[in-house]
């Protein structure tokens, strides 16, 4: 160490009272000889004609090509003899965390408590979907009686004090979902944190029998341990060098994958729980033609939503249409609509179908359902008339089924008979006498009248309607975000972290390693790169010849 010191003193660097942050770089040779390699990479804040001027690092190169390097950090010894400490500046996220009483952070980040929570979670939203969330009271009365109840306790006063029939804005849903990221903050802070620091430290072992009880180990006869770097830097491995002693680490990105993987967490939870707090929701079935205005549509679906601008668009339905299939089944719906400002200029246009819907603003228009409004008939040559259509009850099924009546005869008479008009779509209607006996199919605008009772009739057109779904969801963008980091951070932390020791013993070198994944892999891994390092082979003396 004297003689390391000797070299350094007449290179004047000695510390500088304007030097920030700095870090000291250097090798320490055992050689007696006076070669001497010393990097230096520094920040110094002077001060010249009123201003602060950033010198660059800067490096005193010896005669050695490129041995490897040791990095002084906080816990190792310097050229006095003294600890070089590092200055540590606390994060804004955590700085908080350091107030909290270690029990407290202990009891939080205790992992079967983390799993419990996360069970807890999982059954609420599991709940969720069984109980039909936004209900009247009347609703929950009937289906969770107080007289036959499920699971013979759950009753409706469950659901309604709870607040269970908005699931997830309830005060034990969010409560839960609080204290599980609590759980995971606390844990990547006491845990996670700490785990990186020490991966991140550097360190040699002086006694062969240590490196020998590593998870690897092995003895290179003949060999020297700057070769065994050289072959490590190739691979990737960060080298440092002390003496006889090195020690190498890869792969030090998947020790921050745990704590990626928690953050990732906490951007889908605080997404999810923005858009249970913070959203608005909507629904409204529109005949083609008309027009309404977004805000009187959505309804606040938390206590955190808060209206914008948009909301005083006005959405018009220009057409609707139907795609069949060759069945004649119902295969797509579109919708186009125009959306208008205040002044009535249009902003934006577009024709939305189911799985395509239209957005703007923060709102997001959804093709969710359909209906047929009217009929406009043609009788007796007048007309045309706007016959409203009806939505008919069926039983069973998922079909759809409309009808209208057109009355034939003295409107006043107590019997008022007629022709009944029925759809299943907008492709044709049937229609039947004043008897209720089948009279025909009709497409509408095929312009083929039918004449019924005495009365012709022509189908003009059959006016559909859309069912539209409006929804503002500000959670989307960081649940998204949250889930792209989860599937990066979690490929991540497969990378395995290998740390590797090696110590010169005479000619013979002593290696030993561990890693923290793929541990099958790692000993023929390592025994690849130990086969580069070369042999050394001493000149033969001619009695030896």
């Not at 979902?177 to 609590?182: P, R, V, Y």
């Not at 529109?286 to 909301?311: E, H, I």
Request: a neutral charge; one cysteine or more; glycine letters at 10%.
């Amino acid at each position: 160490m004297s003689h390391v010191q000797s070299q350094i003193l007449p290179l004047n660097l000695k510390p500088y009272p304007l030097i920030h942050n700095s870090r000291i770089l250097g090798v320490y040779s055992n050689n007696k000889a006076r070669t001497f390699s010393f990097n230096l990479t520094c920040k110094l804040n002077t001060v010249k004609g009123g201003k602060t001027i950033k010198e660059k690092s800067g490096s005193v190169p010896g005669n050695d090509g490129a041995p490897p390097i040791v990095e002084m950090e906080e816990g190792s010894r310097g050229n006095d003899g003294k600890k070089v400490e590092k200055l540590k500046n606390s994060g804004v996220g955590f700085g908080l965390l350091k107030k909290f009483p270690r029990k407290v952070l202990g009891i939080l980040s205790n992992l079967p408590l983390a799993i419990a929570e996360m069970f807890a979670v999982a059954a609420l939203m599991a709940l969720g979907t069984f109980i039909d969330q936004g209900e009247a009271p009347d609703y929950y009365f009937q289906k969770f009686p107080e007289d036959h109840p499920p699971l013979g306790f759950f009753t409706w006063r469950w659901v309604l004090t709870l607040g269970f029939d908005h699931m997830f804005s309830s005060p034990v849903f969010l409560g839960t979902l609080a204290l599980l990221g609590a759980s995971l903050v606390a844990c990547t802070y006491t845990t996670q944190i700490p785990l990186v620091k020490v991966a991140r430290r550097w360190s040699f072992l002086q006694s062969a029998d240590i490196i020998r009880k590593q998870e690897y180990a092995d003895t290179l006869p003949r060999a020297s341990v700057k070769d065994l770097g050289v072959i490590l830097m190739g691979a990737g491995y960060e080298v440092f060098s002390k003496g006889p002693a090195l020690y190498a680490f890869k792969g030090l990105a998947g020790r921050f994958a745990p704590i990626g993987v928690h953050l990732s967490l906490l951007l889908v939870m605080s997404g999810g729980t923005l858009s249970a707090v913070g959203s608005f929701r909507g629904a409204v079935t529109v005949p083609q033609g008309l027009s309404f205005v977004a805000g009187d549509v959505l309804a606040p679906f938390g206590f955190l939503s808060t209206p914008s601008d948009a909301f005083s668009t006005e959405i018009r339905v220009n057409r609707f249409t139907m795609d069949y299939y060759d069945s004649g089944e119902v295969a797509q719906y579109h919708t186009d609509l125009s959306l208008f400002d205040l002044n009535g200029k249009e902003v934006m246009r577009k024709t939305i179908s189911v799985n395509d819907p239209l957005r703007y603003g923060g709102i997001t228009i959804y093709q969710t359902d359909w209906s047929i409004s009217a009929l406009q008939v043609l009788k007796d040559g007048e007309g045309p008339f706007n016959l409203a259509m009806a939505p008919l009850q069926m039983n069973g099924g998922d079909k759809k089924l409309f009808g209208t009546f057109l009355p034939v005869g003295d409107d006043n008479s107590p019997n008022v008979k007629g022709i009944s008009m029925l759809a299943r779509d907008l492709q044709s209607i049937i229609l039947y006498d004043k008897e209720g006996k089948f009279a025909g199919v009709r497409r509408p605008n095929s312009k083929l009248p039918i004449e019924i009772d005495g009365t012709k009739i022509v189908i003009e057109d059959a006016i559909g309607s859309s069912g539209l779904d409006l929804k503002t969801d500000p959670g989307v963008p960081i649940v998204y975000a949250g889930f792209g980091a989860l599937m990066l951070t979690t490929c991540i932390s497969y990378l395995s972290h290998t740390q590797l020791w090696a110590l010169q013993d005479g000619t013979s070198v002593v290696v030993g390693g561990k890693t923290n994944r793929a541990k099958g892999e790692f000993p023929g891994t390592i025994n690849r790169l130990l086969d580069q390092v070369p042999e050394l082979v001493e000149s033969s003396s001619p009695k030896e010849t």
